[in-house]
């Protein structure tokens, strides 16, 4: 997940947890207001009716025209019981059904004078009055309607306004976190664009003074010390390359030249092959390192053509087969290819027969009958060359580290060589989108193979 949407999600979680409990808060508030608001109108409505049986003359004939013009039942669906001193019913706003009545609600006025009961439905407010050297128990009860009703819309309006509030807050969020990290994602571009071959491109940098511009021009100061380390690298690289290969061609030559004298003991003979074995394998060892310092994946794409692999295993087999002519080679295509493979790959040829030349070298050098078999199998979205000979194998132990630079295996003692061919080999092919596993597939068989994505 990227940093924006990070920022944006945590933002938007935060405050909607805030704003959910805000939300709590205010409903609970609320309903809290609305039961003491009931509780109070039900104490009111109580002392009028106190007060209207205190200023009475005649309560039982005066009663019903009173609280037909006061009534409260649109609003609070209200019904009121009036007992005597005995606790006989005296009057009611109850017309249309039976009254009942809880005869222990009126016990426990006796002693607690006041009852409120707002976990009952309806709610009762109940109270034990002395009017006129009188007892007289009061029972209200009444539904809060209008209340209820209040709290449930003002619940939708809450829950509707954290929806809405939420989604907005997660929008905005990631928008404005868009723009503040815009910066960002252009220097993350400029970036991503640089490679060891355009280490003097420079980030923009905006004056702005916050943490985005101070990292670009930090990243510009460390592109410049890079620049100065890999030229450095390179000028000696160079400087290397001239005054090493210059002596160990003329060395090569001379050698050439000495060893077709007829003159020599077998003695003198053999040594002067083994110091023109050593002078190639010093040639080797240049040009191999020449190559791992020479090439970039992004400077090779950028020549790139069609390559036919099978011309180029061939030119490969060739050049090696000058300087070992009893190898021999075996090359056949998968009987699982179509008649209509074209057997090309995009490349860069030159690089690829460095591949193939590593490899047939060795199979050359470590094989027991100097033998080698290719195989090609093309299908619709690969290319595979299978690479085998008969020799000692490499441990397990030590396949994991064969493509390393200067690894060799137990079966490479006693046989000069650098220990960087394998390495080239795997890295010109990580150039080419390409990768390359060793495997033994039976005893002593030694066997590459080479994957393709077309």
């Known amino acids: 997940m990227s940093l924006k949407r990070k920022i944006a999600l945590n933002l938007s979680i935060t405050f909607s947890l805030l704003f959910g409990i805000v939300m709590v808060i205010i409903y609970m508030s609320f309903n809290d207001f609305r039961k003491d608001e009931f509780k109070e109108r039900f104490r009111q409505r109580l002392e009028f009716t106190s007060h209207f049986i205190e200023k009475s003359k005649n309560f039982e004939e005066e009663a019903p025209l009173f609280f037909s013009e006061n009534s409260d039942n649109i609003l609070l669906n209200e019904t009121i019981l009036i007992f005597n001193s005995n606790k006989d019913l005296i009057y009611s706003t109850i017309k249309d059904r039976n009254v009942t009545w809880d005869n222990t609600l009126l016990k426990e006025l006796d002693e607690k004078k006041i009852i409120y009961a707002e976990r009952t439905v309806?709610?009762?407010?109940?109270?034990?009055?002395?009017?006129?050297?009188?007892?007289?128990?009061?029972?209200?009860?009444?539904?809060?309607?209008?209340?209820?009703?209040?709290?449930?819309?003002?619940?939708y309006l809450l829950i509707t306004a954290y929806v809405i509030s939420t989604l907005l807050i997660g929008f905005f969020s990631y928008y404005f976190m868009g723009q503040f990290l815009h910066p960002l994602e252009e220097l993350n571009k400029e970036i991503s664009e640089v490679t060891a071959h355009k280490l003097t491109t420079q980030i923009p940098v905006v004056e702005s003074h916050d943490e985005i511009s101070i990292l670009a021009t930090s990243f510009n100061t460390m592109i410049a010390r890079l620049d100065d380390v890999f030229q450095s690298q390179k000028d000696f690289t160079a400087s290397a390359s001239h005054e090493i290969r210059t002596p160990i061609t003329r060395m090569a030559f001379q050698l050439e030249n000495l060893i077709k004298l007829q003159q020599h003991t077998p003695e003198t003979l053999s040594s002067l092959k083994q110091i023109q074995q050593d002078v190639y394998q010093l040639s080797d060892l240049t040009n191999s390192l020449l190559l791992l310092t020479k090439f970039d994946k992004e400077n090779i794409q950028s020549i790139y053509e069609e390559v036919r692999i099978d011309e180029v295993i061939f030119e490969s087999f060739q050049t090696v087969e000058k300087s070992y002519p009893n190898l021999k080679m075996d090359f056949l295509i998968s009987e699982n290819t179509s008649e209509n493979a074209l057997l090309t790959i995009k490349g860069v040829q030159s690089l690829l027969s460095i591949v193939f030349i590593n490899l047939f070298k060795n199979a050359a050098i470590y094989s027991d009958n100097t033998e080698v078999d290719v195989l090609i199998t093309e299908g619709s979205s690969d290319l595979i060359i299978d690479v085998t000979?008969?020799?000692?194998?490499?441990?397990?132990?030590?396949?994991?580290?064969?493509?390393?630079?200067?690894t060799r295996g137990d079966n490479s003692q006693n046989i000069s060589g650098s220990g960087l061919g394998l390495r080239i080999v795997k890295r010109i092919l990580e150039y080419h989108g390409a990768e390359i596993t060793y495997s033994v597939p039976e005893e002593k068989i030694n066997k590459f193979s080479l994957n393709f994505i077309k």
């Open 122 to 155: 309806p709610e009762i407010y109940a109270a034990l009055r002395h009017i006129n050297g009188e007892n007289y128990y009061i029972l209200t009860s009444a539904y809060d309607t209008n209340g209820t009703s209040k709290l449930s819309y003002l619940k």
């Open 389 to 406: 000979s008969r020799g000692n194998v490499i441990s397990k132990e030590e396949q994991s580290k064969l493509f390393e630079a200067f």
